[in-house]
């Protein structure tokens, strides 16, 4: 086997990998952020900036679109192209730079106690997502 076939073979995996990983994240980010699971980040975020019943509607919407993105980077993931996807995963790759903004830089802010080493695995984490995201539209990945 070739370099360049044993190194395709490999970034192919990592490539399924990455877009399952993030599909079953976003999943599980969207549902705790609908049932307002108090260790879910969508709160957290939302609630670092806004209260009442704005950030409950705005906690919603960043939960509906992290579902949806999950499912539709699980359908193209499987080979279905729905027209919709594509643009999907740009709202929710600009949505996801914003909460990111959110989470790993307004909160950190508001709350001076915040462990280094504890947010940048945070900021790894939703960083690694973002990049997911992004490789989940026929533009830069699938």
């Known amino acids: 086997m070739s370099k360049s076939?044993?190194?395709g073979f490999s970034s192919s995996i990592g490539l399924v990998l990455l877009n399952l990983s993030v599909a079953v994240y976003l999943?599980?980010?969207g549902i705790m952020g609908i049932t307002g699971s108090k260790g879910g980040e969508i709160l957290i975020a939302v609630n670092s900036i806004f209260s009442g019943d704005f950030a409950r509607i705005l906690m919603?919407?960043?939960?509906?679109?992290?579902?949806?993105?999950?499912?539709?980077?699980?359908?193209?993931?499987f080979?279905?192209?729905?027209?919709?996807?594509e643009i999907l995963l740009i709202i929710l790759a600009i949505t996801w730079l914003i909460f990111i903004l959110m989470i790993d830089i307004v909160y950190p802010i508001?709350?001076?106690?915040?462990?280094?080493?504890?947010?940048?695995?945070?900021?790894?984490?939703?960083?690694?997502?973002?990049?997911g995201i992004i490789l989940g539209t026929r533009k830069f990945g699938i």
């Open 5 to 7: 076939n044993s190194r």
């Open 27 to 29: 999943f599980a980010t």
């Open 60 to 77: 919603i919407i960043i939960s509906v679109l992290a579902i949806a993105a999950g499912v539709f980077i699980l359908i193209r993931f």
């Open 79 to 85: 080979g279905i192209s729905i027209s919709i996807t």
């Open 110 to 131: 508001n709350n001076k106690g915040i462990d280094f080493i504890a947010w940048l695995r945070s900021f790894g984490s939703h960083v690694m997502v973002l990049a």
